[in-house]
Protein backbone atom coordinates (compact mmCIF):
# COMPACT_ATOMS: atom_id res chain seq x y z
CA UNK A 1 0.00 0.00 0.00
CA UNK A 2 2.86 2.18 0.86
CA UNK A 3 4.31 1.42 -2.49
CA UNK A 4 1.59 2.12 -4.22
CA UNK A 5 0.64 5.71 -2.69
CA UNK A 6 4.26 7.00 -3.43
CA UNK A 7 4.23 6.02 -6.94
CA UNK A 8 1.03 7.57 -7.39
CA UNK A 9 2.82 10.45 -5.74
CA UNK A 10 5.68 10.53 -8.29
CA UNK A 11 3.25 10.49 -11.26
CA UNK A 12 1.36 13.29 -9.99
CA UNK A 13 4.68 15.10 -9.73
CA UNK A 14 6.03 14.34 -13.18
CA UNK A 15 2.88 15.28 -14.73
CA UNK A 16 2.34 18.18 -13.07
CA UNK A 17 5.91 19.52 -14.18
CA UNK A 18 4.79 18.83 -17.90
CA UNK A 19 3.75 22.19 -19.05
CA UNK A 20 6.94 23.21 -18.13
CA UNK A 21 7.33 27.76 -19.17
CA UNK A 22 3.37 28.12 -18.47
CA UNK A 23 2.16 30.18 -15.64
CA UNK A 24 -0.28 27.12 -14.87
CA UNK A 25 0.72 23.60 -14.07
CA UNK A 26 -1.73 21.04 -15.37
CA UNK A 27 -0.99 17.55 -16.56
CA UNK A 28 -3.40 17.65 -19.42
CA UNK A 29 -0.61 18.65 -21.72
CA UNK A 30 0.79 15.41 -21.67
CA UNK A 31 -2.36 13.27 -22.54
CA UNK A 32 -2.80 13.68 -26.32
CA UNK A 33 0.13 14.70 -28.86
CA UNK A 34 3.62 16.23 -28.00
CA UNK A 35 4.79 17.32 -24.30
CA UNK A 36 6.90 19.43 -26.31
CA UNK A 37 4.15 22.37 -27.99
CA UNK A 38 7.07 22.74 -31.10
CA UNK A 39 6.18 19.36 -31.81
CA UNK A 40 2.50 20.31 -32.79
CA UNK A 41 1.50 19.29 -36.05
CA UNK A 42 -1.92 20.65 -36.19
CA UNK A 43 -4.75 21.10 -38.30
CA UNK A 44 -8.26 23.66 -38.81
CA UNK A 45 -11.10 20.86 -39.32
CA UNK A 46 -14.77 21.80 -41.18
CA UNK A 47 -15.65 18.76 -42.85
CA UNK A 48 -15.64 19.49 -46.80
CA UNK A 49 -19.30 18.82 -46.96
CA UNK A 50 -20.67 21.98 -44.54
CA UNK A 51 -22.89 24.26 -45.53
CA UNK A 52 -22.50 28.02 -45.68
CA UNK A 53 -22.21 30.44 -44.72
CA UNK A 54 -22.32 28.82 -40.82
CA UNK A 55 -20.08 25.91 -41.79
CA UNK A 56 -19.04 26.05 -38.43
CA UNK A 57 -22.69 25.80 -37.32
CA UNK A 58 -23.25 23.21 -39.43
CA UNK A 59 -20.62 20.85 -38.75
CA UNK A 60 -22.47 20.13 -35.15
CA UNK A 61 -26.02 20.56 -36.10
CA UNK A 62 -25.86 18.32 -38.89
CA UNK A 63 -23.02 16.21 -37.47
CA UNK A 64 -22.18 13.15 -38.60
CA UNK A 65 -20.29 10.72 -36.82
CA UNK A 66 -19.05 8.57 -40.31
CA UNK A 67 -17.62 11.61 -42.09
CA UNK A 68 -15.64 12.36 -39.03
CA UNK A 69 -14.50 8.98 -38.54
CA UNK A 70 -13.18 9.09 -41.92
CA UNK A 71 -11.39 12.53 -42.03
CA UNK A 72 -9.96 12.10 -38.37
CA UNK A 73 -8.13 8.96 -40.10
CA UNK A 74 -7.15 10.87 -43.24
CA UNK A 75 -5.64 13.61 -40.52
CA UNK A 76 -3.90 10.13 -38.88
CA UNK A 77 -2.59 9.30 -42.59
CA UNK A 78 -0.58 12.55 -42.35
CA UNK A 79 0.73 11.73 -38.67
CA UNK A 80 -1.22 15.09 -37.67
CA UNK A 81 -1.36 15.15 -33.89
CA UNK A 82 -3.69 17.98 -32.99
CA UNK A 83 -6.60 19.76 -34.07
CA UNK A 84 -8.28 23.47 -33.62
CA UNK A 85 -12.20 23.05 -34.11
CA UNK A 86 -14.79 25.71 -33.55
CA UNK A 87 -17.68 25.49 -31.88
CA UNK A 88 -19.93 28.51 -32.55
CA UNK A 89 -22.60 29.27 -29.93
CA UNK A 90 -25.32 28.63 -31.73
CA UNK A 91 -24.92 25.15 -32.26
CA UNK A 92 -25.37 25.04 -28.33
CA UNK A 93 -28.62 27.00 -28.93
CA UNK A 94 -30.22 24.50 -31.24
CA UNK A 95 -29.58 21.32 -29.20
CA UNK A 96 -27.63 21.33 -26.48
CA UNK A 97 -28.15 17.80 -25.01
CA UNK A 98 -27.25 16.34 -28.80
CA UNK A 99 -24.08 18.92 -28.67
CA UNK A 100 -22.89 17.09 -25.52
CA UNK A 101 -23.15 13.39 -26.85
CA UNK A 102 -21.43 14.84 -30.05
CA UNK A 103 -18.48 16.61 -28.65
CA UNK A 104 -17.96 13.46 -26.60
CA UNK A 105 -17.42 11.70 -29.78
CA UNK A 106 -15.60 13.76 -31.34
CA UNK A 107 -13.04 14.07 -28.92
CA UNK A 108 -13.03 10.76 -28.09
CA UNK A 109 -12.68 10.04 -31.83
CA UNK A 110 -9.61 12.14 -32.16
CA UNK A 111 -7.96 10.89 -28.98
CA UNK A 112 -8.18 7.25 -30.10
CA UNK A 113 -6.09 8.34 -33.26
CA UNK A 114 -3.81 10.67 -31.31
CA UNK A 115 -4.91 13.75 -31.85
CA UNK A 116 -5.43 16.51 -29.38
CA UNK A 117 -8.42 19.16 -29.72
CA UNK A 118 -8.73 22.98 -29.34
CA UNK A 119 -12.25 24.04 -29.41
CA UNK A 120 -12.86 27.59 -30.31
CA UNK A 121 -15.52 28.78 -28.21
CA UNK A 122 -15.38 32.54 -27.62
CA UNK A 123 -18.64 33.55 -30.31
CA UNK A 124 -21.90 34.63 -28.78
CA UNK A 125 -23.96 37.69 -27.97
CA UNK A 126 -21.78 38.92 -25.39
CA UNK A 127 -19.87 40.22 -28.02
CA UNK A 128 -22.05 42.72 -28.43
CA UNK A 129 -23.90 43.44 -25.52
CA UNK A 130 -22.04 42.82 -22.08
CA UNK A 131 -25.32 42.59 -20.19
CA UNK A 132 -25.21 38.90 -21.71
CA UNK A 133 -22.47 37.73 -20.36
CA UNK A 134 -24.19 35.76 -18.31
CA UNK A 135 -24.90 33.42 -20.97
CA UNK A 136 -21.15 33.43 -21.83
CA UNK A 137 -20.43 31.67 -18.16
CA UNK A 138 -23.49 29.08 -19.25
CA UNK A 139 -21.64 28.42 -22.16
CA UNK A 140 -18.52 27.92 -20.92
CA UNK A 141 -19.82 25.38 -18.11
CA UNK A 142 -21.90 23.56 -20.52
CA UNK A 143 -18.42 22.99 -22.73
CA UNK A 144 -16.80 22.39 -19.24
CA UNK A 145 -19.31 20.07 -18.00
CA UNK A 146 -19.10 18.07 -21.78
CA UNK A 147 -15.30 17.26 -21.94
CA UNK A 148 -13.29 19.09 -19.86
CA UNK A 149 -12.63 15.41 -18.36
CA UNK A 150 -12.06 14.07 -21.89
CA UNK A 151 -7.88 13.58 -22.54
CA UNK A 152 -8.25 14.22 -25.76
CA UNK A 153 -8.93 17.81 -24.72
CA UNK A 154 -6.00 19.93 -24.76
CA UNK A 155 -6.29 23.43 -24.89
CA UNK A 156 -9.47 26.24 -24.54
CA UNK A 157 -9.03 28.87 -27.39
CA UNK A 158 -11.85 31.43 -25.60
CA UNK A 159 -11.79 33.72 -28.60
CA UNK A 160 -11.15 33.87 -32.57
CA UNK A 161 -9.00 36.94 -33.74
CA UNK A 162 -10.16 39.59 -31.33
CA UNK A 163 -7.53 42.10 -32.89
CA UNK A 164 -8.94 41.41 -36.06
CA UNK A 165 -10.03 43.89 -38.29
CA UNK A 166 -7.67 46.33 -36.96
CA UNK A 167 -10.32 49.14 -36.60
CA UNK A 168 -11.93 51.28 -35.45
CA UNK A 169 -9.66 51.71 -32.11
CA UNK A 170 -13.42 51.25 -29.98
CA UNK A 171 -14.24 48.11 -31.61
CA UNK A 172 -10.13 46.00 -30.75
CA UNK A 173 -10.44 47.34 -27.98
CA UNK A 174 -14.41 46.16 -26.80
CA UNK A 175 -12.70 42.73 -28.64
CA UNK A 176 -10.30 42.33 -26.14
CA UNK A 177 -12.18 43.15 -22.84
CA UNK A 178 -14.30 40.19 -24.65
CA UNK A 179 -10.84 37.94 -24.80
CA UNK A 180 -9.51 38.87 -21.18
CA UNK A 181 -13.43 37.65 -19.92
CA UNK A 182 -13.20 34.75 -21.64
CA UNK A 183 -9.96 33.34 -20.58
CA UNK A 184 -10.92 34.72 -17.23
CA UNK A 185 -13.93 32.74 -17.00
CA UNK A 186 -12.66 29.26 -18.32
CA UNK A 187 -9.28 29.49 -15.74
CA UNK A 188 -11.96 30.16 -13.24
CA UNK A 189 -14.34 27.02 -13.64
CA UNK A 190 -11.73 24.89 -15.62
CA UNK A 191 -7.81 25.63 -13.74
CA UNK A 192 -6.95 21.96 -15.63
CA UNK A 193 -7.00 22.83 -19.02
CA UNK A 194 -4.39 25.32 -20.88
CA UNK A 195 -6.35 28.56 -22.36
CA UNK A 196 -5.26 30.50 -25.58
CA UNK A 197 -6.41 33.48 -27.43
CA UNK A 198 -6.39 33.08 -31.27
CA UNK A 199 -4.41 36.38 -31.82
CA UNK A 200 -4.08 37.38 -35.69
CA UNK A 201 -0.80 39.20 -34.92
CA UNK A 202 2.20 38.96 -33.12
CA UNK A 203 1.25 42.48 -31.41
CA UNK A 204 -2.00 41.05 -30.21
CA UNK A 205 -0.23 38.40 -29.03
CA UNK A 206 1.81 40.17 -26.46
CA UNK A 207 -0.88 42.29 -25.53
CA UNK A 208 -3.01 39.63 -23.91
CA UNK A 209 -0.04 37.43 -23.28
CA UNK A 210 -0.83 37.50 -19.16
CA UNK A 211 -4.59 36.31 -20.17
CA UNK A 212 -3.20 32.97 -21.17
CA UNK A 213 -1.02 29.74 -20.34
CA UNK A 214 0.07 29.40 -24.17
CA UNK A 215 0.72 32.04 -26.94
CA UNK A 216 -1.13 32.02 -30.02
CA UNK A 217 -0.17 34.09 -33.28
CA UNK A 218 -1.64 33.46 -37.27
CA UNK A 219 0.69 34.04 -39.90
CA UNK A 220 -0.14 34.26 -43.77
CA UNK A 221 2.67 36.45 -44.81
CA UNK A 222 3.68 36.77 -48.04
CA UNK A 223 7.34 36.61 -48.16
CA UNK A 224 10.01 34.05 -46.18
CA UNK A 225 11.54 37.14 -44.53
CA UNK A 226 8.11 37.87 -43.37
CA UNK A 227 7.05 35.33 -42.27
CA UNK A 228 10.98 34.54 -40.08
CA UNK A 229 10.51 37.59 -38.74
CA UNK A 230 7.22 37.30 -37.39
CA UNK A 231 8.01 34.06 -35.84
CA UNK A 232 11.28 35.51 -34.51
CA UNK A 233 9.42 38.17 -32.47
CA UNK A 234 7.01 35.27 -31.13
CA UNK A 235 9.53 33.51 -29.80
CA UNK A 236 11.60 36.25 -27.91
CA UNK A 237 9.05 37.03 -26.72
CA UNK A 238 7.45 33.77 -25.31
CA UNK A 239 11.36 33.33 -23.97
CA UNK A 240 10.95 36.50 -22.39
CA UNK A 241 7.93 35.69 -20.49
CA UNK A 242 8.35 31.80 -20.19
CA UNK A 243 5.20 30.67 -21.89
CA UNK A 244 4.83 28.11 -24.79
CA UNK A 245 3.98 29.53 -28.53
CA UNK A 246 1.98 28.05 -31.11
CA UNK A 247 0.97 29.26 -34.54
CA UNK A 248 -2.84 28.22 -34.74
CA UNK A 249 -3.26 28.60 -38.78
CA UNK A 250 -1.03 28.89 -41.64
CA UNK A 251 -1.23 28.61 -44.66
CA UNK A 252 -3.30 30.12 -47.62
CA UNK A 253 -3.09 30.06 -51.08
CA UNK A 254 -4.81 33.30 -52.13
CA UNK A 255 -2.29 35.39 -50.04
CA UNK A 256 1.07 34.26 -51.66
CA UNK A 257 1.35 32.14 -48.06
CA UNK A 258 2.45 29.08 -49.53
CA UNK A 259 1.57 25.75 -47.49
CA UNK A 260 5.26 24.26 -48.33
CA UNK A 261 7.11 27.41 -47.65
CA UNK A 262 5.23 28.56 -44.47
CA UNK A 263 5.54 24.68 -42.98
CA UNK A 264 9.31 25.04 -43.50
CA UNK A 265 9.76 27.65 -41.69
CA UNK A 266 7.81 26.99 -39.06
CA UNK A 267 9.87 24.02 -38.83
CA UNK A 268 12.67 25.29 -39.10
CA UNK A 269 12.38 27.61 -36.22
CA UNK A 270 10.61 24.88 -34.23
CA UNK A 271 7.50 26.39 -33.82
CA UNK A 272 3.99 24.57 -33.73
CA UNK A 273 1.30 25.18 -36.10
CA UNK A 274 -1.90 24.34 -37.18
CA UNK A 275 -2.72 24.50 -40.84
CA UNK A 276 -5.63 26.20 -42.32
CA UNK A 277 -7.50 23.74 -42.96
CA UNK A 278 -7.71 19.76 -43.47
CA UNK A 279 -10.30 19.64 -46.08
CA UNK A 280 -11.17 21.41 -49.18
CA UNK A 281 -14.35 22.72 -47.86
CA UNK A 282 -16.65 23.50 -51.05
CA UNK A 283 -19.14 25.62 -49.53
CA UNK A 284 -16.44 27.57 -47.58
CA UNK A 285 -13.04 28.14 -47.54
CA UNK A 286 -12.21 25.64 -50.22
CA UNK A 287 -11.00 27.40 -52.98
CA UNK A 288 -8.33 28.65 -51.37
CA UNK A 289 -7.11 26.59 -48.81
CA UNK A 290 -7.39 22.63 -47.79
CA UNK A 291 -5.37 19.48 -48.06
CA UNK A 292 -8.05 16.73 -48.73
CA UNK A 293 -10.99 16.45 -50.80
CA UNK A 294 -14.27 14.34 -49.02
CA UNK A 295 -12.99 11.20 -51.02
CA UNK A 296 -9.44 11.57 -49.71
CA UNK A 297 -7.54 12.64 -52.76
CA UNK A 298 -6.06 15.92 -52.59
CA UNK A 299 -5.50 19.33 -54.59
CA UNK A 300 -2.08 19.55 -54.34
CA UNK A 301 0.30 16.74 -52.88
CA UNK A 302 2.85 19.02 -52.22
CA UNK A 303 1.13 20.28 -49.35
CA UNK A 304 0.75 16.71 -47.94
CA UNK A 305 4.33 16.17 -48.21
CA UNK A 306 5.32 19.12 -46.89
CA UNK A 307 3.12 18.36 -43.67
CA UNK A 308 5.69 15.10 -43.33
CA UNK A 309 8.37 17.12 -43.58
CA UNK A 310 9.43 17.24 -47.33
CA UNK A 311 10.20 20.25 -49.31
CA UNK A 312 10.60 20.75 -52.75
CA UNK A 313 14.68 22.14 -53.45
CA UNK A 314 15.03 25.34 -54.11
CA UNK A 315 18.97 25.93 -54.27
CA UNK A 316 21.35 26.55 -56.19
CA UNK A 317 22.50 22.82 -57.19
CA UNK A 318 18.58 21.98 -58.34
CA UNK A 319 18.35 19.63 -61.47
CA UNK A 320 15.62 20.00 -63.72
CA UNK A 321 14.27 17.43 -65.51
CA UNK A 322 14.56 16.79 -69.41
CA UNK A 323 11.44 15.18 -70.63
CA UNK A 324 13.11 13.99 -73.86
CA UNK A 325 15.91 12.17 -72.83
CA UNK A 326 14.29 9.34 -74.56
CA UNK A 327 12.71 11.39 -77.39
CA UNK A 328 9.22 10.86 -76.18
CA UNK A 329 8.57 14.32 -76.02
CA UNK A 330 9.84 14.74 -80.17
CA UNK A 331 7.62 11.26 -80.33
CA UNK A 332 4.25 12.21 -79.24
CA UNK A 333 4.65 16.04 -80.56
CA UNK A 334 5.24 13.78 -84.16
CA UNK A 335 2.68 11.57 -83.54
CA UNK A 336 -0.06 14.59 -82.18
CA UNK A 337 0.72 16.11 -85.71
CA UNK A 338 0.23 12.91 -87.89
CA UNK A 339 -3.10 12.26 -86.35
CA UNK A 340 -4.19 15.81 -86.42
CA UNK A 341 -3.32 16.08 -90.09
CA UNK A 342 -5.44 12.72 -90.72
CA UNK A 343 -8.54 12.39 -92.91
CA UNK A 344 -9.21 9.11 -91.30
CA UNK A 345 -7.81 9.39 -87.55
CA UNK A 346 -9.50 7.27 -84.85
CA UNK A 347 -10.88 9.02 -81.63
CA UNK A 348 -9.15 6.50 -79.40
CA UNK A 349 -5.62 6.65 -81.19
CA UNK A 350 -6.34 10.79 -80.24
CA UNK A 351 -7.10 9.90 -76.29
CA UNK A 352 -4.19 7.99 -75.93
CA UNK A 353 -1.65 10.62 -77.70
CA UNK A 354 -3.68 13.22 -75.86
CA UNK A 355 -2.58 11.06 -72.52
CA UNK A 356 0.33 10.17 -72.87
CA UNK A 357 1.03 14.22 -73.72
CA UNK A 358 -0.76 14.83 -70.14
CA UNK A 359 1.23 12.33 -68.43
CA UNK A 360 4.84 13.89 -69.98
CA UNK A 361 3.27 17.38 -69.16
CA UNK A 362 2.27 16.51 -65.13
CA UNK A 363 5.44 14.54 -64.39
CA UNK A 364 8.18 16.79 -65.71
CA UNK A 365 5.93 19.58 -64.06
CA UNK A 366 6.22 21.57 -67.10
CA UNK A 367 2.55 22.99 -67.00
CA UNK A 368 0.19 24.62 -64.07
CA UNK A 369 -1.56 22.08 -62.07
CA UNK A 370 -4.84 24.10 -60.91
CA UNK A 371 -6.64 21.85 -63.54
CA UNK A 372 -4.28 18.51 -63.95
CA UNK A 373 -4.13 17.81 -68.09
CA UNK A 374 -5.14 14.24 -66.95
CA UNK A 375 -8.25 15.47 -65.76
CA UNK A 376 -8.73 16.93 -69.25
CA UNK A 377 -8.32 13.81 -70.95
CA UNK A 378 -10.49 11.98 -68.58
CA UNK A 379 -13.56 14.20 -69.12
CA UNK A 380 -13.02 13.08 -73.00
CA UNK A 381 -12.98 9.92 -72.04
CA UNK A 382 -16.31 10.07 -70.76
CA UNK A 383 -18.23 12.11 -72.41
CA UNK A 384 -19.48 11.81 -75.79
CA UNK A 385 -17.35 11.87 -78.82
CA UNK A 386 -16.30 15.69 -79.92
CA UNK A 387 -13.53 15.74 -82.21
CA UNK A 388 -13.08 19.16 -82.06
CA UNK A 389 -12.55 19.08 -78.58
CA UNK A 390 -9.79 16.46 -78.73
CA UNK A 391 -8.06 18.32 -81.43
CA UNK A 392 -8.10 21.35 -79.48
CA UNK A 393 -6.65 19.27 -76.67
CA UNK A 394 -3.74 17.53 -78.40
CA UNK A 395 -2.65 21.45 -79.67
CA UNK A 396 -2.66 23.10 -76.50
CA UNK A 397 -0.72 19.74 -75.13
CA UNK A 398 1.86 19.92 -78.16
CA UNK A 399 2.45 24.17 -78.26
CA UNK A 400 3.37 23.17 -74.39
CA UNK A 401 5.69 20.60 -74.59
CA UNK A 402 7.16 21.82 -78.36
CA UNK A 403 9.81 23.98 -76.03
CA UNK A 404 10.90 21.18 -74.27
CA UNK A 405 12.66 19.02 -77.29
CA UNK A 406 15.79 18.36 -78.06
CA UNK A 407 17.76 16.68 -80.89
CA UNK A 408 18.36 13.42 -81.68
CA UNK A 409 20.47 11.37 -83.61
CA UNK A 410 18.32 8.85 -85.96
CA UNK A 411 18.98 4.73 -85.41
CA UNK A 412 20.29 2.81 -88.01
Known amino acids: MIKYIITLLFLCVVTQT ?77 NKDGLSLKL ?51 FW ?12 KELVMREFENAKFMAKTFHELDPNTPVTIGMAFVDGMIELADYVDVLQFH ?3 QTREEIRNNINRAKE ?40 E ?12 GVFYEDGSVRDPSIAAAIMGFFRKRTADILPSVPDQEGWVTKIVNQGDK ?10 KGLDIAETAAHLLEAAELTA ?30 DQLVPYEIPHEKND
Open 18 to 94: IFAGSDKNTSKFDFTGPRDPSLIRGFNYTPANAVSPHHHVDMWVNYDSATTIFDLDLAKSLSLNQMRVFVPYAAYTE
Open 104 to 154: KHFVRECYKRGIGVMPVVGSGPWLNDTTKRALAKEWAFFLINAISDEPGLR
Open 157 to 168: DVMNEPDWPTSP
Open 219 to 221: DYM
Open 237 to 276: FAAKVHKPLINGEIGCIARANPYDITLQEHMNAKVGWYIW
Open 278 to 289: LMIVRKGWGTVH
Open 339 to 348: WLNDPDREWK
Open 369 to 398: MRIPPTWEVRMLRQGEINFKALEELIIKFK
